[in-house]
């Protein structure tokens, strides 16, 4: 027996694996591209983020230089020593922000040699502040690559989808 197949039958055929690579598409490799664009948007929230945090760290700095000289200078003013406690807990503060072995004693001798520090320290962090914000310039540029890639692919999946239903569509239409 031998089969036959008519035309109708053909393009019915043709229209629904249009329609089934046009799902398996929009299913598996949209999605997935999807995902990984999402992930791109994920890693720039958390670059924003820690652009946000390290900012407040460069604020805590200056704000640490500003007590630093505010205590001197009435040090100075009232030709008095900063109490040795208050030496203890601003040096203890100082060693987890700034990156040295050991830290000077809180006196107007030694003032050069910590400002240097707190702006070196303060440096650093905007350093990798820029390093984050250039690359979330790069996740934006990476996310609107695929954003467009994912637009192009839904056009594809959805012309198919078109086309697959005017094929099988050409079905009842050829029996009237």
């Not at 946000?52 to 700095?61: E, G, K, N, S, V």
């Not at 500003?66 to 503060?93: F, G, K, R, W």
């Not at 830290?103 to 990798?128: G, M, S, V, Y």
Request: hydrophobic content about 45%; charged content about 20%.
């Amino acid at each position: 027996m031998a089969w036959s197949i008519t035309r109708t039958q053909v393009l019915v055929s043709i229209g629904l694996l249009f329609n089934v690579v046009a799902a398996l598409m929009t299913n598996f490799y949209i999605d997935r591209v999807s995902q990984d664009a999402h992930k791109l948007v994920q890693q720039q929230t958390a670059n924003d983020n820690l652009i946000r945090q390290t900012w407040l760290q460069i604020d805590a700095l200056e704000r640490k230089r500003e007590l630093i000289l505010s205590l001197l200078t009435s040090a100075a003013h009232n030709q008095q020593t900063i109490p040795s406690q208050v030496q203890a807990l601003l040096q203890n503060d100082l060693k987890y922000w700034l990156d040295m072995a050991s830290l000077p004693r809180l006196e107007l001798e030694n003032l050069p040699q910590l400002d240097e520090q707190i702006a070196k320290a303060q440096d650093q962090q905007r350093n990798r502040i820029d390093n984050w914000y250039l690359q979330n310039l790069d996740l934006m540029d990476d996310y609107t690559e695929q954003m467009g890639w994912i637009s192009s692919l839904r056009n594809l999946a959805l012309f198919l989808q078109i086309i697959g239903l005017a094929l099988i569509l050409a079905r009842d239409l050829s029996r009237h």
